[in-house]
């Protein structure tokens, strides 16, 4: 997680908008720089700020006495010494605060915790404070709509809790030794969150499961192998003899099969060709019996062709015929004038 920029508005001892950002010079590339100015100056609410927009608690708050203590607020109303929303500076009707910064993903995001009074205005009852975590540049909105929703994406992000946070990254004032002081279990889990260590024990335990289980399937291979000791010369010999007839036996069968199965096809084909002969016999039977049949026809067509033959012939004898008609009736006119 790297922070890129704090910013707010009317928070404690910081009246209006401030805003520090470490990505412009000179601070991003000082490398090392120090919060300093005298008392009230606003040194703790910078880091107020911080801790307000991821988590929405801060060490200075955490650190007020019994919960039951509560504090006087405008309007006779009262505020418990735990809520974040006394950091609202007094006489202001809204504040805000802003933090930029680069997530474990590698992302950017901004994440805003803010607080105003009814009605916008300084003497308004103070509202419940609301949270936001978007993704940059485009302000994209993360996390869900609910408070709790939020505050669970920015810690994702983060990589740490409230706590390891202030413990880690932001100690505050008489809180320096806090990390020191830790018990083991504690230091341990921060140390890990810090370094991003979990994903390596991780892969440990995976590897050390993958060789367990590796060398056990070794010692049963072995076992396995230990019962299957290689066999006598003569023993093999003796297999190897066996394979060898067994191999020439099937490959007799097969000879065998494929002349049975040459046999066979002969036979089909033997039955094909007795059926062709068969269909060609009754054909030509069927040929014969139509030429028998048209006999009749045969001569009656042989007859047509003889008379065609003589056709001439007994066109020119109707012809001679018409013409000895034609000279009798001329006689007959020539006796018939004479008379």
Request: charged share 25%; with cysteine; proline share 3%.
């Amino acid at each position: 997680m790297k922070i890129l920029a704090i910013r707010g508005r009317n928070l404690a001892s910081l009246s209006g908008e401030f805003a520090i950002d470490l990505t412009a010079e000179p601070l991003a590339s000082a490398g090392l720089f120090a919060i300093c100015g005298p008392t009230g100056a606003g040194k703790s609410t910078l880091l107020d700020a911080l801790c307000l927009a991821l988590y929405d608690e801060t060490p200075r708050v955490a650190r007020v006495g019994g919960r039951a203590t509560v504090l006087p607020d405008v309007a006779g109303e009262t505020i418990g010494a735990h809520d974040t929303r006394t950091l609202l500076r007094r006489g202001a009707a809204e504040g805000h605060a802003e933090v930029d910064f680069v997530g474990g993903d590698g992302q950017a995001y901004r994440a805003r915790w803010s607080v105003r009074r009814a009605r916008s205005k300084a003497g308004g009852k103070l509202q419940q404070t609301q949270m936001s975590l978007a993704r940059l540049p485009g302000e994209e909105p993360v996390g869900g709509g609910l408070k709790t929703e939020v505050q669970a994406a920015i810690v994702e992000r983060v990589g740490l809790t409230f706590e390891q946070f202030t413990r880690a990254v932001l100690l505050a004032q008489n809180e320096f030794f806090a990390f020191l002081k830790a018990g083991d279990d504690e230091r341990a889990a921060l140390l890990q969150a810090l370094t991003g260590t979990g994903r390596f024990e991780a892969i440990s335990r995976r590897a050390f499961e993958r060789n367990k289980a590796e060398q056990e399937a070794l010692r049963q291979l072995r076992e396995q192998a230990a019962q299957h000791q290689p066999l006598e010369a003569e023993t093999r010999a003796q297999y190897e003899l066996q394979r060898q007839q067994q191999h020439d036996a099937v490959t007799a069968l097969d000879e065998r099969l494929r002349q049975h199965e040459a046999q066979l096809r002969w036979h089909a084909d033997a039955a094909e060709l007795a059926k062709l002969e068969q269909q060609a016999i009754e054909q030509h039977r069927v040929a014969v019996a139509a030429h028998d049949a048209a006999a009749p026809r045969r001569a009656r067509l042989a007859d047509a062709h003889a008379a065609q033959a003589a056709r001439p012939l007994v066109a020119e004898i109707d012809r001679l015929a018409a013409q000895r008609e034609a000279q009798r009736q001329e006689l007959a006119r020539a006796a018939e004038a004479q008379a």
